[in-house]
């Protein structure tokens, strides 16, 4: 069974669109992530939810919205999309945020393209 | 700016070379992270170190975070081509909880 599974994989979608990325969790942890990776690899931190309460909040444009139904979920819907937002997207989870020795549990990414 | 300069970006060596990559900052860390990302995956722990001076070893992989815990080393001896992958350390930082990244090391071990 896979720990963190999002969906989909693969996304290609026209600039101004609004689509949704889904991420679950069955690790049992209580705090999830969405991490952006650019063309260079390099990893950035939008949002944190810890029980389904938002913890970190990266200077993001409005137009990305994190939503948490509940500890296992947490979807991202991008309004109106840029070709900017072209990356691959990162689901998370961990058990605590706080702790020095916190281990983050990625999902498999989430390749966004918009042309 | 990044908090977290890992080098080098790339590193293409033979099998059974040794290499060494590192990841500065000039911030304190709690502790401190390193990953493997292979293509189309999400990054996967190696290690976490946490006291300064710290050296952990996996197998033929030998990790070391600085006295000052500013910054950290990933060795690697008598490479495989199955070390193959992005090597990304991420430092913990107590005052806003967040980990932060460095960009990433492709290491690349041909046969």
């Known amino acids: 069974d896979t720990a963190v599974s999002q969906t989909p994989k693969y996304l290609v979608t026209q600039m101004g669109n609004d689509k949704s990325i889904k991420c679950e969790q069955n690790?049992?942890?209580?705090?999830m992530y969405w991490y952006k990776q650019d063309s260079k690899k390099f990893l950035k931190i939008m949002f944190s939810y810890n029980n389904k309460e938002l913890i970190i909040n990266e200077t993001v444009p409005n137009r990305f919205s994190p939503k948490s139904p509940d500890k296992a979920h947490l979807n991202l819907h991008i309004n109106s999309l840029e070709l900017g937002d072209s990356a691959v997207y990162f689901c998370a989870s961990s058990q605590g945020h706080r702790g020095v020795r916190t281990e983050a549990f990625f999902g498999q990414g989430t390749r966004l393209t918009v042309v | 700016t990044q908090l977290l300069e890992q080098s080098p970006q790339f590193l293409s060596i033979q099998e059974g070379e040794n290499l060494t990559v590192y990841c500065n900052s000039s911030s304190v860390f709690s502790s401190l992270q390193w990953y493997r990302q292979e293509p189309g995956e999400g990054p996967v722990l190696l290690v976490t170190v946490v006291t300064g001076g710290e050296v952990k070893k996996l197998k033929r992989l030998t990790f070391q975070f600085g006295d000052a815990r500013k910054d950290s080393s990933l060795h690697i001896t008598a490479a495989q081509t199955g070390d193959t992958g992005l090597y990304l350390c991420?430092?913990?930082?107590?005052?806003?909880?967040?980990?932060?990244w460095g960009a990433g090391t492709k290491l690349i071990i041909k046969p």
């Open positions: 991420a430092g913990f930082m107590d005052s806003n909880y967040q980990l932060i």
């Open positions: 690790l049992g942890h209580d705090t």
